[in-house]
Structures are given as C-alpha cells and as structure tokens.
C-alpha cells in the first residue's frame, strides 16, 4: 500500500486498483466527539458515492474504523489538461460536467469542493471525486453556491480560457432555476461584499 496524498481530512493510499481514504483523528476535537464526526461523514460520502454513476464504485466501509475502500480512477485530472487542448474539446468536456452536476444536484447531493482537480477524465468520461464536503440538499440556494464556488476555483486555476470554460458548463447545466438564482441572488452578494471590502 503506498500513500499518494495526505490532506487536511484524510490519508489517501493506493493498493494495486483500490484507493483507500482514511479519516484523519483531529486531537483538537474531544475524541468522542471526534469519533462520531468522522463516522457520520465517513457514512455520509458513501451514501453519495452509491447514488451516483460518475463517481468512483465503493468496494467497501468500514464505519468504525472510518475508512472507506474504493475504485482508483487512473485518469488525467481535468486540472492539468483543461487549458491544453482544442477548444472543441473543451466544449465538449465542460458542457459534460455542467450535465453531471446538474445530474448531481437533480439528486439532491451537493459536492462542496467543485474544482478542476476533483474531476478525471478517463476513456471520454468524466468521474468527480472527493465528496468529502459534500452533503444532501434539495435547496436551491445550495445548489447555486456549488456552482459559485466552481466558478472561483476556475476564475483562480484557468484564467485564460476562464470565460469559454465556464459558459459551457452552465451550457451543460441546463437548470434554468438555479441559473437564475445563482445570477440574481448569489453572485450579487458575492459583487457587494466585494464593493464593500473596497470601502
């Protein structure tokens, strides 16, 4: 077993074609306490993880020991390929993943950390990855902030080809009712907090 990332949340290591993610003990938090938590969400991302069909397959869980066993998804991450290719391409790419979150959201399942480097491309099909901030919601101020938060993490990763990128996977998206929020609601505040910083 080799370790391949260890992050604020969990050790991830990889065993031949399984990726195992393992929740990291906080010693800030009362272990009890600490327990519970780590449970829940260990509970929690296998749930989302079943619901989906773009998503690595979970092969199993282990609650108490809060360790989830999964496919490896051995793919290029979209983070490191997006602004390297044609821009048909990448239509066809980001139109892809407006469609599967807006799948995703149709669920009810709300990702949390929607960035570049949570989504793999393998064989023409794109998986996202790491649901680790993610939870169930039907809100749809939920759902658009997703979205925001998507857009902050492309504006900051593929500035150059920012604009075409993101249009597509709204193109993709395709949930007129969430667009409207995220436009009227979300991205307001987000342009009057920003106006009020500059005071």
């Not at 077993?1 to 604020?8: D, F, Y």
């Not at 809060?66 to 998804?73: L, N, Y």
């Not at 290719?85 to 929607?114: A, Y």
């Not at 680790?132 to 658009?144: N, P």
Request: with cysteine; aromatic share 8%.
């Amino acid at each position: 077993m080799k370790i391949i990332q260890i992050g604020a949340e969990a050790v991830l290591s990889r065993e031949k074609n399984k990726l195992i993610k393992n929740r990291i003990k906080k010693s800030y938090r009362i272990e009890e306490i600490d327990n519970k938590i780590r449970k829940f969400r260990t509970k929690r991302e296998t749930k989302i993880l079943s619901k989906l069909d773009f998503v690595p397959k979970v092969l199993n869980t282990d609650e108490k020991n809060t360790t989830i066993e999964m496919e490896f998804i051995n793919g290029d991450l979209i983070r490191n390929i997006l602004d390297n290719i044609t821009n048909e391409k990448r239509k066809e790419i980001c139109k892809k993943i407006g469609k599967q979150i807006n799948e995703m959201h149709q669920k009810g399942i709300i990702h949390g950390d929607l960035t570049t480097s949570n989504m793999i491309l393998k064989n023409n099909k794109i998986f996202f990855i790491d649901f680790g901030l993610g939870f169930f919601s039907t809100r749809i101020e939920d759902k658009a902030t997703d979205l925001r938060l998507l857009r902050q993490a492309l504006e900051s990763k593929h500035y150059k080809c920012f604009d075409k990128v993101y249009k597509y996977i709204l193109e993709g998206y395709q949930n007129q009712e969430v667009l409207d929020w995220l436009k009227n609601k979300v991205e307001k505040r987000g342009r009057y907090k920003r106006k009020k910083n500059e005071i």
